[in-house]
């Protein structure tokens, strides 16, 4: 039971009436959410010791459930508050109406990864109406329906629902390579870096990295790696590209530059795959056409748990055989899933609702690259493209220090290398999240 305060700030608590404006502590509010808004109100929460409240159930109406806010726990909000009375049993309904709606279910301000979100009430109603089938064998309608929506938005022939990102790379590493065969990529790409050696344990392959800008690969780097026939060299097999690039800071690829690759990849007859993870982060920037992005690919990956704010789950797209034999590897990586519809479901929810509110998020990461930009402690920082903002900072032994003090006033960040630090806005950080953070950054001494 826990009770809510007024701010001092706003004056001595005065009797409420309907309508009459309140201040309180954020904090306060935040235990009111996380006490599911159901608690006991204290007698100052609404003044009088007389018509005092003892009890009460709060119930905290979402003006938009799709856009959750986070927590600011030092700043105060304005509410309304309105209650009738009932007076018999001197109860009390209470209905706060937030300026900032706090939703959340997590405590801090979450910068690490755009993976942290939580599925809001519209998403897990979807989730929890879905129709069930068993997957294995192909009978969740609800995966179905999203295999489907999915293959018809890229224009592909048919996608495929796996449990990851990663997953949904190395299967299609795994279709596309055979083993002692080599994929051409960016040192700084996913699919190398980040899934634990997946290219050699899972398909046996050798990987030719590339040095590029930004995790990113021109013609010319690609031309330069495709190994000639001659049987001292592994058989390049696989070109592969990551668009937006997570280590590149959100960096987007040039179109015209991608055009070029596939046709030289179609030209010598080598498959072009795309870890699309954040696809969606460049597509509502680049202005380019899904479908016509989406020829230039034998195979695309797509997280759905990103930036789109789904719980669990990738798609894998390509041809219809691809996906046949794509299909084939995920039961052999232990990933065939049975009423895989309750998560699909919040899959294709995102996929409808939250690709263009991405904007916002890159909206945000240009407000946090502004104010790091103005810091005498920070060197420079990486120019922001899309919902990841990397930071360099002048004495890289500080790193912790600044995780650790932002973390002590509720914001967390990832390190990213050494001196490097790594914000990446999504849809559980909202406008005076962004506010506190900026608050934070430059009261910060380092
Ligand atoms: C570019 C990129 N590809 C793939 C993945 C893997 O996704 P998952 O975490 O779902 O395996 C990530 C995860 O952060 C990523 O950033």
Known sequence: MLPIK????AGSPKRSKVGKWICFDTSIN??????KCTMAVAPTAIG???????????????????KKVNPAPNKTVIATITYSIVQKSKKYAVQFKFKDYFYIKNKMIDFRSDTVTMPTDKMKEAMLSATLGDDVFCEDPTVNELEAYAAELFGMEKALY???GTQTNQIAI??????????VTSVESHIYKYEGGGIAKNTGASVRLIHGNRGRLTLSDVEESVNPDDVHFPVTQLVCLEDTSNRGGGAIYDFEE???ISTFCKDNRLPL????ARLMNAMVENGVDLKQYATQFDSISLCLSKGLGAPVGSLLLGSNDFIKQSRRVRKVFGGGMRQAGIIAAGGLYALKNNIHRLKEDHAHAKTLEASLNALPWVKEVVPVETNIVVAILEDKSKRDLVINELSKRGIKIMGFGPGMLRFVTHMDVCDSAIDQTVEALNKLIV
Request: charged share 20%; with cysteine; aromatic share 0%.
């Open 174 to 183: 795994n279709v596309h390579v055979q083993p002692g065969g080599e994929l």
């Open 30 to 35: 935040l235990k009111l959410l996380l006490a």
């Open 273 to 276: 795959h795309l870890d699309g």
């Open 258 to 260: 991608i055009k070029k």
């Open 162 to 164: 796996c449990s990851s």
């Open 48 to 66: 009088s010791s007389k018509k005092r409240l003892n009890t009460g159930s709060i119930n905290v109406p979402n003006p938009n459930p799709e």
């Open 6 to 9: 007024a701010n001092s700030n």
